[in-house]
């Protein structure tokens, strides 16, 4: 029996190519829909930021100078830095762009760019009082919080 009819294919011979490129077509609908749900899913699995981790010494003198030492830990932008006083309900910030907040290396040179292992910020012209919490803040944690003590 021929296939052909008066010039036309059956029915059966017309789709014998339609069922492969449908079935691949799926095939790579579920391969970008897998790798896409993969990615995403290890996406959530990725750390998130970490807060800094620093060991600071501080110091204060009767004169109202605060010196804030690097003992250990991780390295700070300058820029990223805040000294905060709190005295009782008021609360001083002296951001690292004040003319009062110096950050000095380990030879005392006070233009760095980052506060590292050895350096200290020293800040000039503050009155502080016994019990007053003195406070340096990045932009991501407090690093460190301590209690005033003028000598």
Same mark, same amino acid.
């Given at each position: 029996?021929? %296939?052909?009819?008066?010039?036309?294919?059956?029915?059966?011979?017309?789709? =014998?190519?339609?069922?492969?490129?449908?079935?691949?077509?799926?095939?790579?609908?579920?391969?970008?829909?897998?790798?896409?749900?993969?990615?995403?899913?290890?996406?959530?699995?990725?750390?998130?930021?970490?807060?800094?981790? !620093? $060991?600071?010494?501080?110091? =204060?003198?009767? $004169?109202?100078?605060? /010196?804030? /030492?690097?003992?250990?830990? $991780? /390295?700070?932008?300058?820029?990223?830095?805040?000294?905060? !006083?709190?005295?009782?309900?008021?609360?001083?910030?002296?951001?690292?762009?004040?003319?009062?907040?110096?950050? +000095?290396?380990?030879?005392?040179? +006070?233009?760095?760019?980052?506060? %590292?292992?050895?350096?200290?910020?020293?800040? $000039?012209?503050?009155?502080?009082?016994?019990?007053?919490?003195?406070?340096?803040?990045?932009?991501?944690?407090?690093?460190?919080?301590?209690?005033?003590?003028? =000598?």
């Amino acid at each position: 029996m021929r %296939n052909h009819i008066h010039g036309f294919r059956k029915k059966q011979d017309r789709n =014998e190519a339609l069922s492969p490129v449908i079935g691949e077509m799926l095939m790579i609908v579920l391969a970008i829909l897998l790798v896409s749900l993969f990615s995403v899913s290890l996406a959530g699995l990725l750390p998130a930021g970490r807060d800094y981790s !620093i $060991d600071i010494s501080h110091n =204060e003198s009767a $004169d109202g100078t605060i /010196w804030l /030492w690097h003992k250990g830990g $991780d /390295w700070v932008e300058k820029s990223g830095l805040t000294v905060m !006083i709190i005295s009782g309900k008021t609360t001083t910030t002296i951001s690292s762009a004040n003319s009062s907040f110096h950050l +000095c290396s380990e030879d005392s040179t +006070c233009n760095s760019k980052t506060f %590292n292992l050895g350096d200290h910020i020293r800040i $000039d012209g503050m009155t502080l009082k016994p019990g007053d919490t003195i406070r340096l803040v990045s932009t991501r944690n407090v690093i460190f919080s301590g209690t005033a003590d003028p =000598e």
